[in-house]
């Protein structure tokens, strides 16, 4: 296979995350499809994406919505078909937008057809080949699971198979069993996925769970920091142990390290869900020769603070440009939720993107971002996430989860049927359509801030430039890269900056009067002078602003 191109696409690129379940129904069932994401490729063109990512769309049971797959190389039928797929690939493409599928290959759905052999359902043949690709132990001495490791949506991560008197391991749900890593055969079989995928265009890859494919050899016993306090939610059950063993493992990279190789014969992006909030740990998820990028996940754990926000920007350090920076994502409380709610909560959320727009590294919006969406409304009977307990919607992920709102038309446009997950009607002011007709909306705000993205980058080429930060205390956080200078104030009143004296704003969010009374709110400045004499303005609170000087 010769390399569509030499050249890594994704420098200077802006990705867009799709939840393909709640994105657009094209025929009226309930559920988002590919034909629905092919519908709205001239909203994600005019929005100023240059790749979106798809969460599975795979046949599935639909335990964890689809990161339960039971066949890797097909289209499940609530989504489209290959055919489907093939069609909105070329579609995209004539857009100039690239597609990047989402790999699960930490575990696959227990319907798979290789554990369902390795229970012995098709025949001893198949149970001795299967049995090795996942991983099974004998209980403990006393019965019990073979160790003391938690699943990541709480409780024991091993599931006894009374048939074969062994327990098999899963980090997440038990219709989830992990893959055994450790066998030569695992890695052929994916091998072959990816190609599958790449053959058929696919410009790259995310890959789920990125830090947990390979598990410790002896599967040793986690140390235990605390006891698991009674009515533990996941992430405390979690937090109780020390996890040397389940995840992390090095020999995970020898993984990535041969999917590189394969993603770098056809030009493609390999990127992981690299979930440490540690940058060093992160600098170990991502050495030179593995995943080219992995997300980072600090920005959605943090109070909104000014020496939080500079943290995750400035503390990433010399990986900045290995990153993909998002504020929110299909896990994760939408990011305007989580940094205060309403005005506040969506502003905020903006000049972090604004941020993240001229860091070093790959900036991705999850989808309704533009449109400043909080969490949607969803009643307590209605919750359909597995994770947390019955009708605790606030321990899932439902709320970041539901359907887009195209319009003010029933169930908001998404679709004709109701939706496959409840919710309240959003207003008519969150909607695409009313948000398009309105200068100052969000919708329109962030068309603006990546149209100048892209323009600035192929101006000034800033992709070879190199990002200063500036502002170590106090609320006003400065980024100068090259000819471009982003002021944010994150306080609560208007505070003072300083940019260079022939900065010019080419790109403003409504909001914030400088000292002269124009509106650089969130502004990107440019200059083509490379003075270094400076002059003062006023940031308003929660206001960013971008100028090239």
């Known amino acids: 296979m010769t390399s569509r191109s030499s050249k890594q696409w994704w420098a200077g690129a802006a990705g867009y995350q799709i939840y393909i379940r709640s994105f657009a129904d094209s025929n ?40 339960d797959v039971a066949d890797y190389c097909d289209v499940d039928p609530l989504f489209g078909d290959l055919a489907a797929f093939d069609a909105l690939l070329a579609d995209a493409h004539d857009r100039g937008i690239r597609i990047v599928g989402d ?18 359902n098709a025949g001893d043949a198949a149970r001795e080949q299967y049995r090795h690709y996942y991983v099974w132990r004998d209980p403990a001495p006393d019965g019990g699971p073979p160790n003391n490791w938690v ?4 409780g024991p991560a091993w599931t006894l198979d009374p048939a074969s008197g062994q327990y098999y391991l899963h980090l997440f749900l038990p219709s989830q069993p992990d893959f055994n890593w450790r066998n030569p055969g695992v890695a052929d079989e994916w091998d072959e996925i990816l190609r599958f995928w790449l053959d058929r265009g696919v410009d790259g890859f995310r890959v789920d769970v990125a830090g947990g494919l390979v598990k410790d050899s002896g599967l040793r016993s986690n140390p235990q920091l605390a006891p698991i306090p009674p009515g533990a939610s996941r992430w405390e059950q979690w937090d109780c142990f020390e996890h040397l063993h389940d995840v992390f493992q090095p020999e995970s990279q020898d993984v990535f390290r041969r999917w590189r190789r394969i993603c770098d014969e056809y030009g493609a992006f390999l990127h992981g869900e690299t979930y440490h909030l540690d940058p060093r740990g992160m600098g170990d998820l991502l050495p030179p020769d593995g995943m080219h990028n992995g997300y980072w996940f600090a920005p959605m754990h943090i109070e909104w603070t000014p020496e939080q926000v500079r943290g995750v920007l400035v503390g990433a350090g010399g990986l900045s440009d290995r990153l993909l920076w998002a504020a929110g994502s299909h896990d994760m409380p939408r990011a305007p939720t989580r ?40 009643a307590p009977e209605a919750k359909l996430d597995p994770v947390g307990p019955d009708g605790d919607v606030s321990a899932g992920r439902d709320g970041c989860r539901t359907p887009m709102p195209w319009d003010n038309s029933p169930n908001n446009g ?43 980058f192929a101006r000034a080429n800033l992709a070879d430039e190199e990002v200063a930060w500036e502002g170590d205390d106090g609320s006003v956080i400065v980024l100068r890269r090259g000819a471009v200078t982003v002021t944010a104030n994150t306080a609560d009143e208007a505070a003072a900056a300083e940019i260079p004296s022939r900065a010019q704003p080419v790109f403003e969010t409504p909001g914030a009067l400088d000292s002269a009374g124009h509106d650089i709110s969130s502004a990107l400045q440019r200059s083509d002078s490379k003075s270094t004499d400076r002059r003062m303005h006023s940031v308003s609170y929660g206001q960013t602003a971008l100028r090239p000087i």
Do not use: C
Request: glycine content about 12%; cysteine-free.
């Open 103 to 120: 790999l699960v290959p930490n575990h696959s759905s227990s319907a798979h057809r290789w554990f369902q052999a390795a229970l012995g």
């Open 339 to 378: 940094f205060g709610g309403g005005d506040a909560g969506r502003q905020r959320t903006l000049v972090m993107n604004v941020l993240f727009a001229f860091a070093p590294g790959v900036p991705v919006l999850y989808q309704g971002e533009e449109l400043g969406l909080e969490d949607g409304d969803v």
């Open 414 to 456: 998404f679709s004709r049927a109701e939706p496959w997950l409840r919710s309240a009607r959003r207003p008519a002011s969150d909607s695409a359509a009313a948000q398009q007709s309105d200068e100052r909306s969000w919708l329109r705000t962030y068309r603006r801030l990546l149209a100048t993205r892209r323009s600035l």
């Open 151 to 154: 699943g990541y949506f709480g």
């Open 28 to 67: 009226d069932d309930g559920v988002g499809d590919l034909d629905g994401i092919r519908s709205k490729l001239g909203y994600l063109s005019d929005l100023g994406v240059d790749f979106i990512w798809i969460t599975p769309f795979y046949p599935s049971p639909g335990d964890d919505w689809g990161y």
